[in-house]
């Protein structure tokens, strides 16, 4: 079993940067890999980002290209999302997700493990 805690949400103003992390525990990480999911008040649960966690490779959605970096330290089992130059249409309940395909994906449906989630308000 995994588990996994995000932490870093709090309210910002747009422009600002939030750096979110997410600890991971319960298993060994070789063959999973990690993502960003978030949920806006009335909306779906969408995409954010998603990286491997060997070799590290990374995909995002579009409307946080550019602005938003995810990254992962193997050694402490944490992965980031460090966000920059948010908006308000970025706030949102985020979310930290694990799988163990052998592919990249960023459906939801592919994601194993989840995280209980964590607030980013982002006020203009």
């Known amino acids: 079993q995994v588990q996994l805690v995000e932490s870093g949400g709090g309210v910002v103003q747009a422009g600002d940067s939030l750096i979110l992390s997410c600890a991971a525990s319960?298993?060994?990480?070789?063959?999973?890999?990690m993502g960003w999911f978030r949920q806006a008040p009335g909306k779906e649960r969408e995409f954010v980002a998603t990286?491997?966690?060997?070799?590290?490779?990374?995909a995002s959605a579009d409307s946080v290209k550019g602005r938003f970096t995810i990254s992962r330290d193997t050694a402490k089992n944490t992965m980031f999302l460090q966000m920059n130059s948010l908006k308000p249409e970025d706030t949102a309940v985020y979310y930290c997700?694990?799988?163990?395909?052998?592919?990249?994906?960023?459906?939801?449906?592919?994601?194993?493990?989840w995280g209980q989630g964590t607030q980013v308000t982002v006020s203009s």
């Open positions: 990286i491997s966690w060997i070799g590290g490779t990374t």
């Open positions: 319960g298993r060994t990480f070789s063959s999973y890999a």
């Open positions: 997700a694990a799988h163990t395909k052998p592919y990249s994906t960023g459906r939801e449906v592919d994601y194993d493990y």
